[in-house]
């Protein structure tokens, strides 16, 4: 029995073509994970599946329901997460159960999905003021209640820390009954092989499907395999790093955090935190969902007021020349913050003249971004209809557009395919040894491997700093995820 069968199905924007003539069948009450680059079609394709885009060509049938022609029978029958879930910000927590539990008409018991996404402490927190991967939590607990035929999920784990995906995974298993159908979508290629099938598409097309393990026994394995289906990675040297000019030089650390502390009420955000960064040096922060980090860094960059501490950038304290030491850095926001409404280009000439690029260098400094970034096809399109992967990409690049001396990067890899995370890095690893400094967040282990330094983060303190193997012998782990948990673990037990 097939929940979904789809025959040649096309869709078409404009000049992009979404899905190219695919066909595929998406068996009954098995998981299916949904993977491919950014801009692949997954989202297009879930949106396909559910009748909320019509498609140019092709055949269609969800539950056995046409998608366009059925909707009314079949929606009751869905239960939809989007990339965006529409969470009530001024409502808290369990405020948005009971909403979503009303809307499906089922009775409030949220003790088991508290207890799964960790969020039975916050239960009366504005939803607003949880941490990115709190509120994605929060969307799947909603998502999940009533007991849909069938879940569509669009990038759950975007986010969510090592510890919490595997904990979502279970929770999916454990909450849904034996005929559920779920699709999955994810750029985390190690989520493979939790998948009873895997269906990898690029360009439109399905590449492959089959189980997890015939692509590859391990997870290293499969991203390879995932990878050379793709098209394969070709290193390359990188132009940003080439291009960068470093105007500025101190011999002191480059970001200091001073006994950073941030206090919500009783609450605290971070909790005394202090580290010296050198020059060239790529510092990450690494910590479960609501460990303190986005708040460190918007503390660090003048964007929220400590409650006490300070931070210095290029040696210039931020609570005291917020506008000086700003100047310095390029910020990557967690949540996508640039201008939904202006198109690629136009956010880049828009962070060009805001960075102070004289008018004469900008058009040049804005079309060499967008090649090296490979913007080129998207340039004209308005940002908020890019994929996932592609508005971080543009993110990337108007935090870069000045050549800062200083980067913070929030999370730039969460949702971007494995191609494109490699060549983040490569760009980030080529900019560290012009002399950028780089402090970066990050929920892919494998990530935190490049940096040159880490701080574990746990409820506002440093739970343990140094180099990854420094950090792997004091775990006696092998592998960064081992350490990561086993570290928390450890820490929690105290
Ligand atoms: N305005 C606020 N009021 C109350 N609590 C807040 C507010 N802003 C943040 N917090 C809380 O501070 C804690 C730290 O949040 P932060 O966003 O820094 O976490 P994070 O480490 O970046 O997590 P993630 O990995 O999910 O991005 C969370 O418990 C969050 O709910
Ligand atoms: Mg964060």
Request: glycine share 8%.
């Amino acid at each position: 029995m097939n929940t979904v069968e789809i025959k040649n199905l096309t869709k078409a924007f404009g000049k992009i073509t979404a899905l190219d003539s695919l066909s595929l069948n998406i068996e009954k009450g098995k998981i299916t994970g949904l993977m491919g680059a950014d801009g692949a079609g997954k989202t297009t394709l879930l949106r396909t599946i559910i009748g909320l885009l019509v498609p140019d060509k092709g055949e269609i049938l969800t539950l056995g329901f046409n998608p366009v022609t059925q909707k009314d029978e079949l929606t009751p029958l869905i239960g939809y997460m989007p990339q965006k879930f529409g969470l009530y910000e001024d409502l808290t927590v369990i405020e948005n159960l009971t909403l979503y539990a009303d809307l499906k008409n089922v009775p409030h018991e949220f003790e088991k999905m508290l207890e799964f996404t960790k969020l039975a402490p916050f239960q009366d927190r504005l939803a607003g003021a949880l941490s990115g991967g709190m509120k994605q939590k929060l969307g799947l607990a909603c998502t999940l209640l009533g007991n849909p035929e069938f879940l569509l999920l669009d990038e759950p784990s975007v986010g969510v820390d090592p510890i919490s995906r595997r904990d979502l995974m279970q929770m999916v298993r454990e909450m849904i009954n034996p005929e559920t159908t779920v699709l999955w979508s994810t750029a985390y290629l190690d989520e493979a092989h939790s998948f009873d099938t895997a269906v990898v598409i690029d360009k439109g097309r399905v590449i492959y499907e089959g189980k997890p393990h015939d692509l590859g026994a391990t997870a290293q394995e499969f991203e390879d395999k995932v990878i050379d289906l793709m098209g394969g990675y070709k290193q390359e040297v990188s132009q940003i790093a080439e291009n960068y000019t470093l105007l500025k030089d101190i011999k002191d650390c480059t970001v200091e955090a001073d006994n950073l502390e941030k206090k919500y009420g009783n609450f605290y955000a971070v909790k005394n935190n202090s580290f010296c960064i050198q020059k060239g040096e790529i510092f990450g922060l690494l910590g479960p969902n609501g460990a303190g980090k986005s708040t460190s860094f918007k503390m660090m960059c003048g964007l929220t007021k400590p409650t006490n501490g300070t931070a210095r950038i290029m040696g210039i304290d931020i609570t005291k020349d917020p506008e000086k030491a700003r100047s310095n850095l390029g910020y990557m926001a967690q949540k996508f913050s640039l201008y939904g409404s202006l198109t690629v280009r136009e956010n880049l000439e828009f962070f060009a003249s805001a960075y102070g690029i004289k008018f004469k260098n900008r058009a040049s400094k804005v079309q060499e971004i967008i090649e090296v970034f490979g913007l080129k096809e998207y340039a004209d399109q308005k940002s908020e209809e890019l994929p996932l992967g592609l508005k971080q990409r543009l993110s990337m690049a108007c935090a870069l557009i000045h050549n800062p001396p200083v980067l913070f990067l929030d999370e730039p890899t969460s949702g971007v395919d494995v191609l494109t995370r490699r060549d983040f890095w490569n760009h980030i690893t080529s900019l560290a040894k012009k002399g950028v400094t780089i402090l970066v967040t990050t929920h892919f282990m494998d990530e935190a491997e490049y940096c040159d330094r880490i701080s574990l983060f746990y409820h506002g303190e440093t739970i343990a700093l140094g180099t990854p193997q420094e950090l792997k012998n004091k775990a006696r782990a092998k592998t960064m995820e081992e350490t990561f948990i086993t570290l928390i673990k450890e820490s929690e037990k105290e």
